[in-house]
């Protein structure tokens, strides 16, 4: 396992290409944001189906759009709720640091160590091809791991601090895996806006 360097913004590595900002967002800004964010959301826990088993999502969601283009992943369909004023905020300043022009955003929240996202790419057809996706952590540090499907060799983490813009491009969905894993460790709570652009299917 290679540890990315928060110090270098641009990483460029075998098929993907990923930025990172620390302080995207400043300590005050940042406590701001979080308190905001975790009592204004509409909050879900959906059910997930693995393997012909059904349980509770081991985190909290909600998905918001500027359309009602759904969202399907893990054969959970979102249906978006408007982007309300926070928001619409975040969304103008992490549009203008990334370039990219985003009309969707799935928030996380991981309530402690045993919430997590298991490997996945955010590949699903209604982000296209080679999608831009900009994520936010605000709270709690989570370290975020991922690997190369095919190089074995290309495994790395990153620790996501609070105020932190993480920024993947390039073909990066295709080739790559990326998880958020439990901890036994006892950790505060971590809220998590991953931009997105979704397509009319």
Known sequence: MKF??????????????????SDFYQKPEADVLFNKLL???DWIQDDITV????????????LYGESQQQYRYSNIVMHPKPITDTISTIKHKVEKESKTKFNAVLLNLYRD???????????EKELGKNPVIAS??????????????????????LLLEHGSLLIMKGEMQHY????????????????????????NQ
């Open 39 to 41: 009592s204004e959301t």
């Open 176 to 199: 790559w895996l990326h998880q958020i894993a439990k901890t036994k460790k006892q950790i505060k709570q971590r809220i998590n806006l991953t931009f997105r652009f979704l397509k």
């Open 113 to 123: 160590g045993a919430d997590s996202n298991g490997w996945h790419a955010d590949n």
């Open 51 to 62: 393997f012909g088993k059904t349980y509770k999502q081991p985190r909290l969601t909600a």
């Open 136 to 157: 936010l952590s605000l709270g709690q540090e989570r370290p975020f791991h991922f690997k190369h499907r095919h190089l074995k060799e290309e495994r790395y983490k």
């Open 4 to 21: 990315i360097s928060p110090e270098s913004k641009r990483h460029i590595l075998p098929n993907a290409e990923i930025e990172y900002i």
